[in-house]
């Protein structure tokens, strides 16, 4: 094989992998929708973000070095497109107050050191995701708002045009019936 062959025939493994990558980032699609409708509450808000979501994957597949599995990478995208698009609507509202949002950490996120505890929180968190997913829109929406996207809490009342004690309240009972869910159907399970 000459090296033009070469070239040629590693050209067509990179055009096979990148199509491949593309279908798959395809079928994250409705995943992605549902979670961004629950927090934009807007269809085309939601579409957008996946859509930017999706783009930046595609555009940063160099950087993506399967440590984790592609969708919690482009969710992980996706959660940074969330709090964009949030911030850019506040900017666009005339009489709102600007705060600054300080840095936004991944405490939940950090990464746990062997990989048994690296791949028992990857299930953790499929896990946790299904259950966020069965709460009532309004405790799911709330939840995710400050514990994934980790917005102060004047923030989400803002945006959900809610009282900071109903928030409390509506936090506090996501955390009650995830704690249930977990308790019964993840602990249970990990006790011999």
């Known amino acids: 094989m000459t090296k033009s062959e070469r070239n040629e025939h590693a ?3 990179d055009m096979a992998i990148d199509i491949t990558r593309a279908r798959d980032l395809d079928a994250l699609r409705p995943a992605l929708l549902r979670i961004a409708r629950l927090h934009l509450r807007n269809d085309a808000w939601a579409a957008d973000a996946v859509s930017e979501t999706l783009l ?3 555009e940063n597949k160099t950087v993506f070095e ?3 599995k592609l969708k919690t990478w482009v969710v992980g995208i996706l ?3 969330i709090i964009d698009s949030f911030r850019s609507r506040k900017r666009e509202e005339p009489l709102a ?3 600054d949002d300080g840095g936004l950490e991944d405490g939940i996120f950090k990464e746990w050191a062997t990989p048994e505890s690296q791949l028992s929180r990857n299930q953790f968190f499929e896990i946790l995701e299904i ?3 069965q709460l009532p829109a309004a405790q799911g929406r709330i939840f995710l708002m400050r514990e994934w996207l980790d917005l102060p809490t004047d923030e989400i009342c ?3 045009s809610i009282t900071a004690t109903n928030a409390g309240v509506l936090l506090h009972r996501a955390r009650l019936r995830l704690r249930e869910c977990l308790q019964l159907k993840w602990f249970q399970n ?3």
């Open 79 to 81: 959660k940074h497109k």
């Open 190 to 192: 990990l006790t011999p």
């Open 56 to 58: 930046a994957a595609l």
């Open 66 to 68: 399967a440590r984790s």
């Open 131 to 133: 259950f966020v997913q």
């Open 158 to 160: 803002n945006e959900l």
């Open 11 to 13: 050209r067509h493994v």
């Open 97 to 99: 107050d600007s705060e």
